[in-house]
C-alpha cells in the first residue's frame, strides 16, 4: 500500500512535467517490486489456506502496467485516475486476507475493532490522504487553476470527511468498553488528521488563489508528504497494539 500510493504521487508529478520525479519513482519502482516479491512469496505458502487465487499476481501485474505506462506523451489525468484503481483494488485485497484468515470474526472486543481500524477504516483514510498528495504532486506553479482541478479537490475533500467519520466513529466504540486502551492508539491518528485539516486548508487557499494561477507549490507538496507520514505512524502503532492484544 505504501509503495503504491508513493507511485501514484510520483507518477502524477513526472506527467505533470516535473522531471526531477524520476529518479524517485526508479527508487521507489524498485521498492515496489520487492514488496510484491514478498507478498508473492507468502501467497505461495498460504494461497490455499487465504483463499487468494490469482489475486497477487493480478495486483503485480496491474501495477506493472501502469508503472509502464507513465512515458512522455502520457495522459496524465488518466494515470493518477489508473493508480486510484489500483489502489481501491489494494484495499480490497487488505480486507479479503483479514475476511478469510478469521480476522474479522474475533470475539474479543477490543481485537475486533482494531482488526477492523487496522485493515479497512484507517488504510482507507491512509489512501485518500494519499490520493489529495498525489493530486498535489501533480500541480505545477505557474499553471492555471481551472473549475476542473477545484471540483477535483473538493471531491476528495468530501470522501476524505466521510471516510474520517467511519474512522473516529469506531474508535468511538472502542471507547465504549475499552478507554485505556483507546486513549493509547487514539492520539497519533487525532494528530495525523490534525495535520489533514492543516493540510486541506492551505490547498483550498492555494486553489482559491485570486489570481487564478499556482504559486509556491513546494511547501504543499511537502506538506502532503508529512501529512500521508503521520497517517502511518498512526497505523504502525495500531498494528504494534493489535499485536500486543
Sequence with gaps: LRFSMTQRALSNRLLSGDPSAASDLAANQAKLEDAFSTLSSTDARYNATLETGDRVQRLRSAAQQLIAQVKPGANQAKAFDDWNDQLTATLDFIYFISATSGMVLDEDYAT?????????????????????????????????????????????????????????????????KEPALTDRIEPPILAAIQSMDLFRRDLTSLLGASDGVINNIDPLTAEGNATVAEFFKAQDLLQDALHNE
Design 112 to 176: 475486533l475493532f482494531m482488526i477492523d481500524q487496522s485493515t479497512l477504516r484507517l488504510p482507507r483514510q491512509i489512501n485518500i490522504v494519499g490520493q489529495l498528495r498525489g493530486f498535489t504532486s501533480g500541480l505545477r506553479n505557474g499553471q492555471p487553476i481551472t473549475d476542473a482541478t477545484r471540483n477535483a479537490a473538493q471531491s476528495m475533500f468530501r470522501q476524505e470527511t466521510q471516510i474520517r467519520q467511519e474512522l473516529l466513529q469506531s474508535l468511538k466504540l472502542l471507547r465504549r
